[in-house]
Structures are given as C-alpha cells and as structure tokens.
C-alpha cells in the first residue's frame, strides 16, 4: 500500500486566488512528521512547510498553510494569493519516528498559475 | 549560507558503462541522503549516511550501487554498471542530524541519461 497518496496529477489556478493540494498518508506509527517540497523546473527541493502528528495547530509558513486532519489522514497543502512563481511541482512527504526516520515522498501535483 | 553542492549536473551515458556523482553538504551537517528521482514520480531514498556511516540502504541496487562518504563530509554516489532503467535525477540532501522534524536541504540534483 502507498504511504503517502496525491490524487492530483495536475492543478490550475488563477493568479491571486487560492489552492488546495491533496495528500492523504497511511501509517500506524503514533509519532510521524509531514512535509511539502516544491520543486521548480530547475530541479533542486525546496522545503516549504512542516507538521508533527503531535502538534495541535496547523502549521502555517507565510501563503503556505496545512490543513491536517489527523483522523481523516490528510495533510493538504493550502496556498492562498497565488503567484506566477508557484508554478512547480509539490510533493507530500512523511518521515515515521520508528525505524530510520526516512522520507517517503507522494508521487506529487504539478501547479500551473495562470496570469 | 552555503547550500548543498552536487556535480555533474548532467550526464549522458551508454548502458553498461559507469558513473559516479559528487555531493558536498551543507558544513556540520552530520545526516547525509542520496535519492534517485525516476521522471514522473517523487524521490526515492537509496542510501542514508550518519556521519560516514551507513544507516539505511535497504532500497540501494547492492549489485551496481555503491556508495561511500569517507571522513563523514563529502560523498560519492557510484552506478556500474548502468542500466536503461537508472535514467533519472540523483539528488543528494543534508540534514544536522536525522530524527523527525529535522529539515533535509537538497542539492539541485544530477540528472542522468542511460542511452
């Protein structure tokens, strides 16, 4: 089974308004950690946000805000006031506190903004 | 700062041959991570260094995979020989140390064409 699942393949948004970025996450480890990259054209992964299965609020990084649902296993990504520049691709992440701690990355959603 | 640092950039090769890849992470970061990004997907971690030892590599292709990171800085990443199928962008990323919340900084990537 995936451990983490990105049911968009692609996403349109207008310049300005705001988007949504699906991720659901399978795991039975209590303690987890979530993550969204964005990775431009250019190739390099940018981290852009962070949540902790233990945390209460939902992490917020300037427009970038997840929206974690704990029980429903979803960890989307909200990008409010859209820019030209977000154009890229984003993918979820999840890191499982047993084990070696590494990454598992979804298969990702590639944002296109439109002027 | 200083990023992390990775050459070549790009790399076209004919099957059966060998390549290797150089990263540089970030200075004092003990956690070192090689992925290979398959096009169409999300990173794949091959090989997780702690320092100059070896904490994961249960996904690395033991058979024509290699991998070292002698005196815990630098790091090769070594595919002999290659397959069509190793047709992808290596990314190498650091960490201060590995654990849950701990951010991974990437490098831009190497990307590699098997002909």
């Known amino acids: 089974a995936q451990k983490i699942t990105q049911t968009q393949p692609g996403m349109f948004v207008q310049e300005k308004e705001a988007v949504t970025l699906d991720c659901t996450y399978d795991?039975?480890?209590?303690?987890?950690?979530l993550f969204w990259y964005k990775q431009p054209s250019s190739g390099e992964m940018i981290f852009l946000i962070y949540?902790?299965?233990?945390?209460?609020q939902n992490a917020t990084e300037g427009r970038y805000s997840l929206n974690f649902q704990k029980a429903r296993k979803s960890a989307n990504l909200v990008i409010s006031a859209s820019q030209l520049g977000d154009s890229a691709m984003y993918f979820c992440?999840?890191?499982?506190?047993?084990?070696?701690?590494?990454?598992?990355f979804g298969k990702g959603t590639m944002l296109l903004v439109s002027p | 700062e200083a990023g992390v640092a990775q050459s070549p950039r790009y790399k076209i090769i004919e099957k059966r041959q060998s390549v290797a890849f150089w990263c540089n992470p970030i200075?004092?970061?003990?956690?070192l991570y090689w992925y290979q990004q398959i096009l169409g997907q999300g990173p794949k971690l091959l090989i997780q260094?702690?320092?100059?030892?070896?904490?994961?590599d249960s996904q690395l292709p033991k058979d024509r995979f290699s991998a070292e990171r002698l005196k815990g800085v630098d790091s090769t990443l070594k595919i002999q020989p290659a397959k069509l199928e190793d047709s992808a962008v290596y990314l190498c990323?650091?960490?201060?140390?590995?654990?849950?919340?701990?951010?991974?900084?990437f490098g831009p990537g190497t990307r590699l064409t098997v002909l």
């Open positions: 990323a650091s960490s201060l140390r590995a654990g849950q919340n701990n951010e991974q900084f």
């Open positions: 795991t039975s480890d209590p303690s987890y950690g």
């Open positions: 949540q902790g299965s233990y945390d209460q």
């Open positions: 992440a999840m890191r499982e506190n047993s084990g070696y701690s590494t990454l598992t």
């Open positions: 200075s004092g970061h003990a956690t």
């Open positions: 260094f702690q320092n100059n030892g070896v904490v994961d």
